[in-house]
């Protein structure tokens, strides 16, 4: 049997490439399909009916681009594909009634880890009611569930994943994607890994043999040339050090006895469980970079999301990886549902006290299924839907604090080439010379790349304290003040990201040329040959969004749009022109733009905000930036909102007020994607 597996291949899918290979050791055949944007939703349908599969399997783990795959299922059906159409991963998982109930577009939603699930519904695609974990609709069209599938204590028991034929590359080290565990052992209340896990039953944390982990790295290492290996699970080491310490013991000595030495590691771990004696054992294995789950450093947001960690916990793990030059990074979600003043400020301390790391912010979203999610629906709440919960703070002021930091600080910390994820893979990069080429890595470098790392991170502090200053003194300013201060933090921001992102191109330059650059030596010149073909490898086998090894908090996937008609954009047109003040008017006399269009890109949320504005250039570029700057935040007319979809579309605004213009709408393809 054909099967079409449909998900993102910015990394290397280890979901959809272990399911891929139990398949085909099953017999059937297994092809990927890549769908890492909406753009591609009718080109990806299309290929899938071309192949002519039986079965296809939609790895819809992501709330943010769920829509997208359920549009995929509808092309597909739309272009007269009749074969079943499953969906799986977290997302779906945690949806399968909702999903279900939409429409005929899916068949089944599986449950829990889909290797199994899927080879059994490929034997049985004439009867789906003996797959367990499954869920379906009968002959009366309701849904219904098989018995779950509980979790599987043998992760050895299936094939290793299929692979790319070539991998993706940093400064010309190839690197690999692996798993040595499964599930989470903690119990945060904000995370849907529990969840997902716990569900199905059986053990929600699994670990793979050592020996068997060591295999897969061989292989990889002798036979595909890899260098670096990325471990993907949720938390690579456990609660108590001396476990970690018998487990990465044994693992180091089988990679001596495989010959595999001179290699990168990097892994991502809790702070608690971050051990001065764990992570020097695990450095001499190669560790070089570990995402660390801080989330919050605020005594209130630590409670809120059940971290089970404190913050001296923070603090030492911080310490421990400092001293042993750990590429480390971290997130922080700065704003959560009960978020207070002194709470964002115990976190912009923590950002200034540890600006010496790379690191993002944001606030906590809400995922199904999560003990979070369950207590906003019992306090009433919850806003949107399961394509996107949302929630206002409790707080006013403070939710005033966090829809002007999402209005000042979009492009830095989610837009595409957000200067926090350049300053991530800048470090990240540098970390990497040093662990493959240490005597190219000067500390006079080293000092050029912490010094824009702590830049950048201190600004960000201080503007956010000005935001919080100001949301403090006035929970409920005037639009025209609120106005004001977003266009002025707006522009700071801007111009300080132009500038210092500038240099970081720069230095980000240097790095990558002085890992191919060719040592003086005659004996060394096979190795700097290499690397230098490498860096060949590097510009023709990376996939152009594969640039997030580095960084879990790179920029979102361009969301789904929802069409906008022409009666909703002279309604938008309208309400903008009534909101712009005289000053504005006045800069557009003076600039002798009277009745020409100001042409403006704009992004609407779901329950009509605007989250984002761009001028589309030529004579009225300037004036466009200036209006875009009084308009974020704002709400829009009902006409655009479009039940949880976002919209995207342009409009023209003009003084004195012209005939009604019809504009030609777009896609606004570069614009971020919001945060509801």
């Known amino acids: 049997m054909r099967v079409a597996l449909v998900g993102p291949e910015i990394e290397e899918n280890l979901a959809l490439r272990y399911i891929a290979a139990s398949l085909e050791a ?46 995929v299922a509808r092309e597909l059906r739309a272009l007269g594909y009749a074969g079943h159409v499953t969906a799986g991963g977290h997302f779906a998982a945690l949806h399968p009634a909702e999903l279900l109930a939409e429409g005929p577009w899916l068949d089944s939603v599986i449950a829990g880890e889909g290797e199994a699930p899927m080879v059994e519904l490929a034997r049985s695609l004439h009867a789906p009611e003996r797959v367990a974990g499954l869920s379906r609709r009968d002959a009366a069209g309701s849904v219904v569930c098989t018995p779950p599938r509980p979790n599987s204590r043998d992760l050895d028991d299936r094939p290793w994943p299929t692979r790319p034929e070539r991998f993706h590359a940093y400064l010309g080290q190839p690197i690999a994607n692996l798993l040595s565990s499964r599930g989470c052992y903690a119990n945060c209340s904000f995370c849907s890994i529990h969840a997902f896990h716990r569900d199905n039953g059986g053990m929600r944390f699994r670990q793979r043999a050592v020996t068997a982990v060591a295999d897969e790295m061989a292989h990889l290492y002798h036979a595909r040339g890899v260098r670096i290996f990325n471990f993907q699970d949720d938390n690579l080491l456990m609660p108590r050090a001396r476990d970690n310490l018998a487990r990465f013991g044994e693992l180091g000595r089988a990679l001596e006895a495989r010959g595999v030495r001179q290699i990168g590691l990097q892994a991502k771990g809790r702070p608690d469980s971050i051990d001065a004696e764990v992570i020097d054992l695990l450095a001499s294995l190669g560790l070089f970079r570990m995402f660390l789950g801080v989330e919050t450093d605020a005594v209130s947001g630590l409670r809120t999301l059940g971290r089970g960690a404190t913050r001296e916990d923070n603090h030492r793990a911080l310490e421990v990886l400092r001293a042993r030059a750990i590429h480390t990074c971290f997130n922080l979600l700065v704003f959560d549902p009960d978020s207070s003043f002194e709470a964002v400020r115990q976190n912009l301390d923590f950002m200034r006290r540890q600006s010496y790391f790379p690191l993002n912010f944001c606030r906590v979203e809400i995922y199904s299924g999560t003990p979070l999610e369950q207590r906003l629906r019992a306090e009433g709440r919850l806003l949107g839907d399961h394509y996107g919960y949302a929630y206002a703070i409790r707080e006013p002021g403070v939710q005033l604090a966090y829809e002007l930091f999402r209005a000042v600080f979009w492009a830095r910390n989610f837009g595409t080439g957000g200067l926090h994820h350049e300053s991530m893979k800048l470090d990240y990069k540098y970390h990497l010379l040093a662990h493959f080429w240490p005597e190219r890595a000067s500390r006079a470098l080293e000092h050029q790349v912490k010094g824009l790392v702590f830049e950048l991170n201190r600004h960000s502090a201080a503007l956010m304290g000005r935001i919080v200053d100001f949301a403090e003194a006035d929970a409920a300013p005037s639009p025209e003040v609120r106005a004001r201060l977003r266009a002025e933090l707006g522009a700071e921001r801007e111009h300080f990201d132009r500038e210092l992102g500038g240099r970081i191109d720069a230095v980000e330059r240097e790095v990558e040329a002085l890992a191919v650059a060719r040592p003086a030596r005659r004996r060394a010149r096979k190795v700097a040959s290499a690397a230098a073909a490498g860096a060949a490898l590097l510009a023709t086998a990376c996939h152009p969004h594969g ?17 906008v008609g022409p009666a909703a954009q002279r309604q938008v047109e309208a309400t903008i022109q009534e909101r712009v003040n005289a000053e504005l008017q006045g800069i557009i006399v003076q600039a002798h733009l009277e009745g020409v269009p100001i042409q403006l890109a704009l992004v609407v949320a779901p329950a009509g905000e605007l989250v984002d504005c761009q001028g589309l250039g030529g004579p009225t570029a300037e004036v466009a930036r200036q209006l875009c700057e009084r308009l ?21 605004v003009q003084w004195p007020p012209a005939p009604a213009f019809d504009p030609d709408t777009h896609m606004c393809e570069m614009a971020p994607a919001p945060l509801d």
């Open 632 to 652: 974020m935040g704002m709400r829009l007319p009902a006409a655009v909102r479009t039940d949880g979809l976002v919209s995207r579309f342009s409009v023209a």
């Open 26 to 71: 099953a017999g059937h055949e297994a092809r990927l399909f890549d769908f890492h944007r909406a753009e591609q939703t009718r080109s990806v349908a299309a290929a899938i009916v071309a192949y002519a599969p039986e079965l296809v399997g939609l790895s819809m783990i992501f709330t943010l681009r769920a829509r997208e795959f359920v549009a």
């Open 547 to 563: 640039d997030t090894h580095m960084c879990e908090m790179a920029p979102p996937p361009i969301p789904t749009t929802a069409p």
